[in-house]
Every structure is written in structure tokens, then in C-alpha cells.
């Protein structure tokens, strides 16, 4: 595992661009794996200024997100199809038909997750994944005490992750209990992954992911366990390492 540590959020989110933008320099037709919510909205920030300079060509690239809720359409401004649409999409010269999220409004669960599966599997596989880290965790939406051994999965949110999503909607009733996410199986295939951290809040779990014993308890422990990881991070997530 390499740790790469960032002076604050800002610094964190140009690297991170930075290595997404040379993985796109080198394999134009590179397959990312994306993630959403807080802490990747800088680094899409800065891919998207990037673009914008025209130094980067997305029209080769595909994309994989990591999970959507389930029965939340792409349209429902709280779906990961939205924010991916709003925070990086929209903005860069990606064809449409590339980008994939599961499909959260497949009531039939084992058929949305295997779909996903398959079309990730004929793609090659990522050669590159993005995740942001829960603050019990998780990685995708892989909770605590959750099997290591799984692929693109239907899974009962947490309460702590329920809890730390409501900040994204009027009310806690509001959040979307069930979301079908990628499995820890799924996440570990990929060739190379960076995992981004931000923030004293989750100092704690950070020091148990990079330093404690592989567990389930700690989903994102098994990064460890992987050959190619960069942890980037800033300085204050990183307070406890
Ligand atoms: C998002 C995802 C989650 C988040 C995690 C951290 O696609 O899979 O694992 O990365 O919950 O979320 P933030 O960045 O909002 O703290």
C-alpha cells in the first residue's frame, strides 16, 4: 500500500486527478471504476478543468460506479446516476452509452446485480478504481460484518451509513434503505485502486483500514491485501497513521 499524504482536501483532490488524468494519458480506452459521494466531488472538479483545457480525451473511456439505491431512477436528483451526470458526465467529452451505474430500478435484484457483473466482466475488468471510504468502513456499500467474497450484490444499508447519508435529503425517512453496490470481489479484480480520505472524522477508521488486522468489521481492511493501492489522504484523516 502506498500513502500518499495531501496538505488539506484541495491538495488531495488535485492528485487524485492527477493520477486519473495519466491513466487516461496512457490507455485512452482505460476502464475506471467511479465513485460518488463528498470526497471525489474535488477530483471531478479538477478532471473536469482538466477536460476543459482539452488535455484529456474521455471518448475511449468507460466508466463503472461503484453502487446506486435501489428504485431511485436516473432522473431523482438523489440518484448516483444524477450526481455522476451533474459532477463529472456532463462536463467532459465521455460517450453517455459508456457510463454504467447498476440499475436501481430492477426490482429483481439477483438479475440487475449479475447483469452488472457481466458487463464489467466483458469490458476487461477496471484497470483503475476509485473509492471513497465510509467512516464504519465501507468501501461501495460493502458495510461491516458483510462476506469478503462477494460480486455486485443487493445490500440493507447500514444504520451509521443511513445516518451519514441523510445530510444528502429533507429527512432520515427519505434515504433509500437498500442500494445494489459492487462486491468486495468485484472491487479487489481491479488492476489498481486509490482510495481517497478526507477529514479528522474518519482518522480512526483510516488507521484501522491501513494498519489493523483484515477483518470483515472493516470492510476496506482488505485493500491490504491488494498489489497496487494508493491511499491519498489528507493530512488530517491521516493524524492517526
Ligand atoms: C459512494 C460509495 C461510498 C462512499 C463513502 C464515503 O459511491 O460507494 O462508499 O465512498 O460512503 O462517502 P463520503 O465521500 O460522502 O464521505
Not at 42 to 68: A, M
Request: charge should be negative.
Amino acid at each position: 500500500m502506498v500513502i500518499c499524504r495531501a496538505e488539506n482536501y484541495d491538495s488531495m483532490s488535485r492528485k487524485a486527478a492527477i493520477v486519473i488524468a495519466s491513466q487516461i494519458i496512457t490507455k485512452p480506452d482505460s476502464v475506471l471504476g467511479l465513485a460518488t459521494g463528498s470526497t471525489p466531488v474535488g477530483t471531478y472538479r479538477y478532471l473536469t478543468e482538466f477536460s476543459r483545457k482539452s488535455d484529456l480525451d474521455w471518448s475511449r473511456i468507460t466508466t463503472f460506479n461503484l453502487d446506486e439505491y435501489q428504485g431511485v431512477s436516473p432522473e431523482n436528483p438523489h440518484s448516483y446516476h444524477y450526481f455522476m451526470k451533474a459532477n463529472l458526465f456532463d462536463q467532459i467529452n465521455i460517450q453517455k452509452s459508456n457510463t454504467y451505474l447498476p440499475d436501481g430500478m430492477d426490482p429483481d435484484a439477483h438479475r440487475a446485480c449479475e447483469r452488472y457483473d457481466t458487463m464489467i466482466r466483458e469490458s476487461g475488468g477496471m484497470d483503475l478504481q476509485l473509492l471513497g471510504l465510509g467512516r464504519n468502513g465501507h468501501i461501495g456499500f460493502n458495510e461491516p460484518g458483510g462476506c469478503f467474497a462477494k460480486d455486485t450484490h443487493c445490500v440493507n444499508l447500514s444504520r451509521s451509513t443511513i445516518d451519514a447519508n441523510t445530510r444528502f435529503f429533507d429527512s432520515r425517512d427519505d434515504v433509500p434503505k437498500r442500494a445494489y453496490t459492487m462486491g468486495i470481489n468485484t472491487i479487489m479484480r481491479a488492476k489498481k485502486i486509490i482510495l481517497l480520505v478526507s477529514g479528522k472524522e474518519k482518522a480512526d477508521i483510516l488507521q484501522k483500514v491501513v494498519c489493523g488486522p483484515v477483518t470483515p468489521e472493516v470492510p476496506a481492511s482488505i485493500l491490504q491485501m491488494h498489489g497496487d493501492v494508493t491511499v491519498i489522504a489528507d493530512k488530517e484523516a491521516l493524524c492517526e497513521v
